[in-house]
Nanobody, 133 residues
Framework: QVQLVESGGGSVQTGGSLRLSCAGSGLTFSNQYRGWFRQAPGKEREGVAYIDTRRSSGLSTTYYTDSVKGRFTISQDNAKNTLYLQMNNLKPEDTAMYYC??????????????????????WGQGTQVTVSS
């Protein structure tokens, strides 16, 4: 059974930092393409960050939505089957439920998020991030 479990959310003031974690089980992380997404109340889900690791070379490329560039960093630890999102200089507009997702095919940017033919396939339950001014 595939399971993704996010943690690390919380409430911070503007300018604060949080580090989200996404622990995976039931699948081999090194064979996946993984990303972070968020959804604020009344808004559509949007892509936040994506890490694309090419199996042929083992090299990773990271991608970010414009609003978080320079503030958020996505990373992964394959040995721990864990994906991270370091969030610095948080702003009230970052307030949302944050989800990690994974698939076995590369994600593609369409509109305001990354997608695969099956969504991505695997999703965590989400962790809430609230930033107060």
């Amino acid at each position: 059974q595939v399971q993704l479990v996010e943690s690390g959310g919380g409430s911070v003031q503007t300018g604060g930092s949080l580090r989200l974690s996404c622990a995976g089980s039931g699948l081999t992380f090194s064979n996946q393409y993984r990303g972070w997404f968020r959804q604020a109340p009344g808004k559509e889900r949007e892509g936040v960050a994506y890490i694309d690791t090419r199996r042929s070379s083992g090299l990773s490329t990271t991608y970010y939505t414009d609003s978080v560039k320079g503030r958020f960093t996505i990373s992964q630890d394959n040995a721990k089957n864990t994906l991270y999102l370091q969030m610095n200089n948080l702003k009230p507009e970052d307030t949302a439920m944050y989800y990690c997702a994974a698939d076995f095919v590369p994600l593609k940017w369409i509109g305001s998020s990354w997608f695969t033919p099956t969504s991505p396939t695997y999703w965590g339950q989400g962790t809430q991030v609230t930033v107060s001014s």
